[in-house]
Nanobody, 122 residues
Framework: DVQLVESGGGSVQAGESLNLSCSISGHTRSNYCMGWFRQRPGHEREGVAVIDTNGYRTYSNSVNGRFTISKDNAKNTLYLQMNSLKPEDTAMYYC?????????????????WGQGTQVTVS
């Protein structure tokens, strides 16, 4: 099985940056795509950024140009660098694994999830 543990969330001012980390352990052959999703109050969970095993990245329109996803295979860690944060980025951010890649930002493709880390932008 795959275990995911997020860290790095916090409270920041608009325009500031945060870097989220996701530590990955367990059976990794199922990690075709890995990514970050978020759930804002009153909204469904949405895809933010995904990276596949070839390093190809997909971003949602709302974060493209501000967020960068990366993965350090040696450390088994997934990152999300978030710059120029806006109040509308306030959400619980989740790390996910196991995506098949047909629709990378579709949360239903992913069968492994972390517990989430809160990001608050004011």
């Amino acid at each position: 099985d795959v275990q995911l543990v997020e860290s790095g969330g916090g409270s920041v001012q608009a325009g500031e940056s945060l870097n989220l980390s996701c530590s990955i352990s367990g059976h990794t052959r199922s990690n075709y795509c890995m990514g970050w999703f978020r759930q804002r109050p009153g909204h469904e969970r949405e895809g933010v950024a995904v990276i596949d095993t070839n390093g190809y990245r997909t971003y949602s329109n709302s974060v493209n140009g501000r967020f960068t996803i990366s993965k350090d295979n040696a450390k088994n860690t997934l990152y999300l660098q978030m710059n120029s944060l806006k109040p509308e980025d306030t959400a619980m951010y989740y790390c996910a694994a196991g995506g098949l890649g047909y629709d990378p930002l579709d949360r239903y493709e992913y069968n492994y999830w972390g517990q989430g880390t809160q990001v608050t932008v004011s």
